[in-house]
């Protein structure tokens, strides 16, 4: 199947890598829209309480001003990737940033729980169907090689730089202006972003349009949309209470249903093959352990400076700072790392970094002496984790025909949000198990055992890369799909 307006060859010199003026425009507006939608996934955190004494939250309600946005963002993210596939990328890119100005817009103005909690809904939808739209048509605007390998890069930076952002941002907009903005911030980079991408960014879909797989699309929807719920759930009431449980147990049925489904329809949502490439497959496997464990580990960290060293949450927020810098230089390192030792050596490079100056944070004490320790693991891990990440964007979206791209890109972005979503309740059951008593030390006690299992978490990753992408090397630019390197 042929894919509508995506010469790339007008528009790069394949030989010396330059990018033409509009290539470079179309690269700033994709990363603009997902740094954004990065900021989103954190800009609240540290707003929470104060939205919470505004608008007459009750304390069991509050925390559904996260949770809402993440069901539907990490729910629905494969179910539009493939409607990005099928009725056009750049069209459902350009619908969901105007539901995105707008639900941000209500957001900002909501004057009571309820309107606010729709506004995060469709937030959460604006997120499911920007990402995959963006990612692919990133991917599809660049070949495999360099170029997608430095724009994938620059995109993993940005995305990990934007969750770290967030807390900085929304911790100042707070302090300073009201939480209001951490809504309205949003609504002029849309504006901007949907002002220029129409004469920029060039449409991408197949040229017959197959029928989209119902069954399918339901059933994983709904799979995930339980399995974020159970998670959420667990981290509330703890990994045993019957609410959790049952959700996961509905997930996991669910999501059976899928894959019966998929193994069975002539149009498949997911196609089994897709999944049984190694490349795709354990490429996810890393980069879904690769933000569970970073997005936690801030987690981790936030409640450390607060509760043990005594800092103010937006002094916390400014600590991480470093980590934001250390994903900027992982990102703008990793295509040239990717480029010298391929990306399963980049996972394994990055995530043997990743582990070490994790592991080297267990050395944190109760007094502020372990600042410089904090930031340099910080700072290196961030490193990192983002060579992890650009390995797995890399690994997980090559070998694979452009009008699988947005499917690849979905599955990734599910990964991603999906990680994201099940990090913190995991390691705050963790740390909540250890810390038995009450204090300072002790509840160090419980944070140390919940950073140890994430590094036994993140040297797991970087184990099943080493071992399961051995000979499953992304396709080379021109070697035909289905070639031995990609099985």
């Avoid at 539907?72 to 619908?95: K, P, Q, S, Y």
């Avoid at 707008?102 to 959460?124: C, K, N, T, W, Y």
């Avoid at 849309?190 to 119902?214: G, W």
């Avoid at 480029?339 to 980049?346: I, L, M, N, Q």
Wanted: charged residues 10%.
């Amino acid at each position: 199947m042929s894919i509508a307006d995506t010469d790339t060859d007008t528009d790069t010199d394949t030989d010396t890598g330059a990018l033409t003026p509009r290539l470079k425009l179309t690269l700033v507006l994709l990363l603009a829209a997902q740094f954004m939608l990065a900021v989103d996934f954190s800009i609240l955190n540290v707003a929470l309480p104060v939205i919470g004494d505004g608008l007459g939250f009750s304390s069991a309600g509050l925390q559904w001003i996260a949770t809402s946005f993440a069901l539907c963002a990490a729910g629905c993210t494969l179910l539009f990737g493939r409607v990005a596939d099928l009725f056009g990328r750049r069209r459902l890119f350009l619908g969901g940033l105007v539901v995105l100005g707008a639900a941000s817009l209500v957001g900002g103005l909501a004057q009571d729980p309820e309107v606010l909690i729709v506004a995060r809904v469709f937030q959460g939808l604006a997120t499911a169907a920007v990402t995959p739209a963006g990612l692919s048509l990133l991917t599809t605007s660049f070949p495999e090689g360099p170029l997608r390998e430095k724009a994938l890069g620059l995109n993993g930076a940005l995305m990990s730089a934007g969750f770290t952002a967030g807390a900085i941002l929304g911790g100042l907009l707070t302090e300073l202006l009201s939480w209001r903005w951490a809504f309205f911030v949003n609504v002029p980079v849309v504006l901007a972003v949907l002002l220029i991408a129409p004469t920029v960014i060039r449409e991408s879909r197949p040229d017959e349009r197959p029928r989209l797989d119902v069954p399918g699309a339901v059933s994983v929807t709904l799979g995930l949309l339980a399995v974020v719920l159970g998670l959420t759930r667990a981290g509330e009431h703890g990994w045993g209470s019957a609410s959790a449980l049952l959700w996961l147990a509905a997930g996991a049925v669910l999501l059976l249903v899928f894959y019966g489904v998929e193994r069975r329809v002539s149009e498949p949502l997911v196609p089994v093959g897709v999944l049984g490439k190694r490349s795709v497959a354990w490429g996810n496997v890393a980069g879904l352990i690769a933000f569970l464990t970073e997005t936690s580990l801030v987690f981790l960290l936030t409640l450390y400076l607060q509760e043990v060293l005594g800092f103010s949450p937006l002094a916390a927020g400014l600590s991480f700072g470093v980590l934001g810098v250390g994903t900027v230089v992982g990102g703008t390192l990793a295509p040239r790392v990717i480029g010298r030792v391929g990306s399963r050596r980049t996972l394994i490079v990055g995530g043997v970094v990743q582990t070490v100056f994790t592991v080297a944070l267990l050395g944190m004490g109760d007094d502020r002496s372990s600042m410089w320790l904090l930031l340099a693991g910080t700072f290196a891990g961030g490193v990192g984790n983002m060579l992890v990440i650009v390995g797995f964007m890399v690994t997980a979206t090559s070998g694979l025909d452009d009008h699988e791209q947005g499917l690849a890109t979905g599955l990734a972005t599910m990964t991603q949000q999906i990680g994201i979503t099940m990090g913190t309740p995991i390691m705050s059951a963790v740390a909540t198990a250890a810390a038995t008593g009450g204090g300072a030390a002790v509840m160090l006690g419980g944070l140390k055992a919940a950073i140890a299992l994430n590094a036994a978490l993140v040297l797991l990753g970087t184990l099943t890369s080493a071992l399961f992408l051995r000979g499953a090397a992304p396709r080379q630019a021109g070697e035909p799909v289905g070639s031995t390197a990609e099985r």
